[in-house]
Each structure stands twice: as structure tokens, then as C-alpha cells.
């Protein structure tokens, strides 16, 4: 179990594991997330975390790189 909030293990839970917090913070739908969306769910996550999470600095996250966050800890699957 990696250290995640407490709230996010809430959320995990009631998903059941059928999307990841992550996934289910894109309240658009459009397949990336913002740090508007992110910090939704996560509110932790600054903007500085969040650029640092943007690999291609355009101000979105997509799967890839929201994989690469969950990878480097920063944040929870
Ligand atoms: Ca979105
Ligand atoms: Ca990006």
C-alpha cells in the first residue's frame, strides 16, 4: 500500500478499482486532466507538483503522463 490520503483511499474504494482516481478526475471527459480537475480530487497537489507532473508543459495531463506521476509517487493510482 503506498501512502495516499486519506480521502483518496475513500475514493479508490468507492470505485472498486474499475477507474483510478485519476481517471475519474477528469470531470470533462476529454482524456486529460487539468489542474483545475486534479486539484478536485487531489487537493494537495500544487501547481508546481502539477507542472512538474505536465512533461510537455501544456497544461494538461494525459495518460501517460498521469502513469509517470503515479510511477514517480506523486500521485496516488
Ligand atoms: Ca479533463
Ligand atoms: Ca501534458
Not at 483518496?8 to 470533462?28: C, K, M, P, W, Y
Not at 486532466?33 to 487537493?43: F, G, I, R, S, Y
Not at 510537455?56 to 509517487?73: C, K, R, Y
Request: charged letters at 15%; a negative charge; proline letters at 4%.
Amino acid at each position: 500500500m503506498t501512502k495516499v490520503s486519506l480521502p483518496a483511499i475513500l475514493f479508490t474504494v468507492a470505485f472498486a478499482g474499475a477507474v483510478s482516481a485519476a481517471t475519474a478526475a477528469d470531470s470533462n471527459g476529454d482524456g486529460v486532466l487539468t489542474l483545475d480537475e486534479v486539484q478536485a480530487v487531489m487537493p494537495d497537489i500544487t501547481a508546481e507538483a502539477f507542472s512538474a507532473m505536465d512533461l510537455n508543459s501544456d497544461g494538461a495531463l494525459d495518460e501517460a503522463e498521469v502513469q509517470s506521476a503515479q510511477d514517480a509517487g506523486l500521485m496516488p493510482a
